[in-house]
Structure formats: C-alpha cells, structure tokens
C-alpha cells in the first residue's frame, strides 16, 4: 500500500522538500542565539550604565550594531517559530488560529524591523 | 473540532514528571522570552528616540514591579538556554536512553538555577542596572 496519494503519483511529484524546514530553522536559529545572548547579557553587564550617552556610545560600535541587528532579528525569527507552535498546539478552532498566527507574525515583523531600525539610527548617527 | 485526537498527543506518552516539568517548563520560559523581545525592542527605540526620551522610558522601566519582570526574564532566559542546548544535544542522536535523559534533566534544573542566580546577582547587587 502507497501512503502517496493518487493526485501525487498523477503528477509524478516527490515531497515538497519542505518537511524539516520549519525543524532545522528553529535550530539553525537556536545556535546562533548561544554565542548572540551570551554576548549581549556581558555587554550590557560590562557597560559602566545605562543611561543615555553610554547606551549610544556602546551603540555606535560597529561590531556592537552589527550584533545588535543580529541578535533583533534571529530572536525574533525563533521567537515567531517558537510561538507560532504553540498556537499551533493550543488553539484548536481554524479562524481563530489563522487570526491569532497571522497577528502574531505581524507583531514580530514590526518588532524585528524596529528593533533594527533604532539600532541603525543610533549606529549612524541620527539618534542624537 | 473534529472528533479525532490532535496534536499534541499527549495522553498517549507515558511520562514521568521529570520530562513533562523540563518540558513545558522550556515553553513556558520561550514564551516568557518572547514577551521579552518587546521590552528589549521598546529599550533599543527609547534609545533611538534620543535622551529625552529614553530617560522618560526609564522611569518606566525602573518601576519597582519591573524588578519582578526582569527577574523572570532573567530565570526564562537562563532555563531555555540550558534546556536549549539539551535539546540540542538530543538532536544528535545522544543522551536519549531514559537514565541519561533523567540524570540531564536534572542537571538542566540545577545549572539553570545557579545560572539565574549569578545573573541576578549581577544585575541587581553589582550593577543595580536594573534598580
């Protein structure tokens, strides 16, 4: 007995590939937050403050924004993933759970382009 | 719904508490950290906004109750990193036998608890960045 479906022996078509991708991405971004988060806690714990003028000095590093923007975007993208299984766990009811992923990837859109945004604005210079 | 069993399965596992407390502690703490990316991203565009701004964001942020906020986000943060890498490690092929998955689920537990604790300590005590 083939577990492939008639459609798919019709149009000759092997797996969409796609299986693990959600999978693999979720590690892929989980190893690069390891060295990522273990910098950005010692970084912010080795700056003398936080206020203002420390904050945009530490910023306007290059390695600094660099890693900043890295660290914004990776996170947000294994957050998304993370989330959005849940959801997928938790909400049973279609609509509802098409609402609820299709918000959540909107939030963390907007949260990876902010977060980029401000580090870009610091690091050249506009954020005086 | 339908009337079928659905993802995720979990009356058909039998599992000791140790896996079901790792387990939904890590989603509990990937959640918690999620919620975190938007006081990370509200602090880098209080930053951008410039020192007005940031100072008027940091009376916010410097409310005694976010001592309890960062203090979650602290032990969230140390617990999925630890229970990250165990995951990791499964991933590739090992630690998997039940007497290596029971003795790495306690360690999981006590180095993410040490963890926390000298991650607090120097937020708290040493710097007060977070005071």
């Known amino acids: ?128 | 719904m339908p009337a079928r069993p659905l993802s995720p399965h979990l009356s058909v596992y039998k599992m000791s508490r140790y896996s079901l407390v790792t387990s939904i502690l890590n989603r509990f703490a990937g959640v918690a950290l999620s919620a975190g990316l938007l006081l990370l991203v509200y602090w880098l565009m209080s930053v951008a906004a410039g020192a007005g701004t940031q100072a008027r964001a940091a009376q916010l942020l410097s409310l005694p109750v976010m001592k309890l906020v960062y203090g979650t986000c602290i032990a969230a943060f140390c617990y999925h990193f630890v229970a990250g890498i165990r995951h990791l490690v499964w991933d590739t092929g090992r630690g998997l036998e039940r007497s290596q998955s029971q003795r790495s689920a306690y360690l999981v537990v006590a180095v993410s608890i040490a963890l926390t604790l000298l991650l607090a300590y120097c937020a708290f005590v040493l710097k007060g960045h977070a005071s």
């Open chain 1, 1 to 128: 007995m083939s577990l492939r479906t008639p459609l798919r022996r019709v149009l000759g078509a092997g797996s969409a590939k796609e299986g693990v991708q959600h999978w693999w991405q979720q590690r892929l971004t989980a190893v690069a937050l390891l060295p990522l988060t273990v910098w950005f806690v010692v970084s912010l714990l080795a700056l003398p403050s936080l206020d203002h003028a420390t904050v945009t000095a530490w910023m306007r590093g290059s390695w600094t924004a660099l890693l900043l923007i890295l660290l914004v975007l990776v996170a947000t993208w294994h957050s998304q993933l993370g989330v959005r299984v849940v959801v997928e766990d938790y909400v049973p009811a279609p609509g509802a759970r098409t609402v609820t992923l299709t918000l959540l990837s909107f939030l963390h859109a907007l949260l990876a382009a902010a977060g980029v945004f401000a580090v870009l604005k610091v690091a050249l210079g506009a954020g005086a």
